[in-house]
């Protein structure tokens, strides 16, 4: 089954750290730009990090997770991490990982998207 799976999200207190994987199977990440994307309950979804496909290594930060969020991939496992630190309520949202062929983004639908995981949860509060 061709598909993206999130995984690590959970509750948290202001000021911690998550990782989150997005994990795909029946296909080959290396080719494809992986951007994770987050929606808090009554907001917009929003675009938070990419990384560009064959290791070109190109980051994106949305300005509200810059010097917090740290986007990285593990071909050999087939797997796309997003590193959270100095977490804050804000940052409280289902966070979902996409895959593109073309382009590394912090726009777009799920229809945009070659692949558009399940999402996982994330939780900021004491």
């Known amino acids: 089954q061709v598909q993206l799976v999130e995984s690590g999200g959970g509750l948290v207190q202001p000021g911690g750290s998550l990782r989150l994987s997005c994990a795909a199977s029946?296909?080959?990440?290396?080719?494809?730009?992986i951007g994770w994307f987050r929606q808090a309950p009554g907001k917009e979804r929003e675009g938070v990090s990419c990384?560009?496909?064959?290791?070109?290594?190109?980051?994106l930060y949305a300005d509200s997770v810059k010097g917090r969020f740290t986007i990285s991939r593990d071909d050999a496992k087939n797997t796309v991490y997003l590193q959270m630190n100095s977490l804050k309520p804000e940052d409280t949202a289902v966070y979902y990982c996409?895959?593109?062929?073309?382009?590394?983004?912090?726009?777009?639908?799920?229809?945009?998207?070659?692949?558009w995981g399940q999402g996982t949860r994330v939780t900021v509060s004491s």
């Open positions: 996409a895959a593109d062929i073309y382009r590394c983004t912090l726009t777009g639908v799920p229809a945009d998207f070659d692949f």
């Open positions: 029946g296909f080959t990440l290396d080719y494809y730009a």
């Open positions: 990384i560009s496909g064959l290791r070109d290594g190109r980051t």
